[in-house]
């Protein structure tokens, strides 16, 4: 089916299911200069989208984004340096560290 058949289903605008393609959350099925064609997995995939951004209470942008962060180790690297710089996200403890804890505390409980 084509877009227009397609957003109705969805119950959304044409323009905002290519606002989801542009963002790249439809599966790549297009062929050079054709037209978009939407069969049900195609739907069933950005029902899906939807339904996360919905359960999350994020918007398509942010979606997009957490997707590129899983797929780009960089992204996921940079994200991950600035959730530990504003204290979003705690840095694991290293084995050592725990091992020195433990031993501390032992000392510390000594007579």
Not at 13 to 28: C, I, N, V
Not at 54 to 71: G, T
């Amino acid at each position: 089916m084509r877009i227009t058949e397609a957003a109705k289903r969805l119950g959304m605008s044409p323009r905002m299911l290519r606002y989801r393609e542009a963002l790249g959350l439809l599966p790549p099925v297009r062929e050079r200069g054709a037209h978009r064609r939407f069969g049900d997995e195609e739907l069933a995939a950005v029902a899906q989208g939807v339904e996360l951004e919905r359960r999350f209470d994020i918007s398509p942008a942010e979606l997009a984004f957490a997707l590129r962060v899983m797929s780009e180790p960089a992204a996921a690297q940079a994200v991950r340096e600035f959730g530990l710089r504003i204290g979003r996200i705690q840095a694991p403890r290293r084995a050592l560290d725990f091992e020195k804890e433990k031993a501390l505390r032992l000392l510390s409980n000594r007579p």
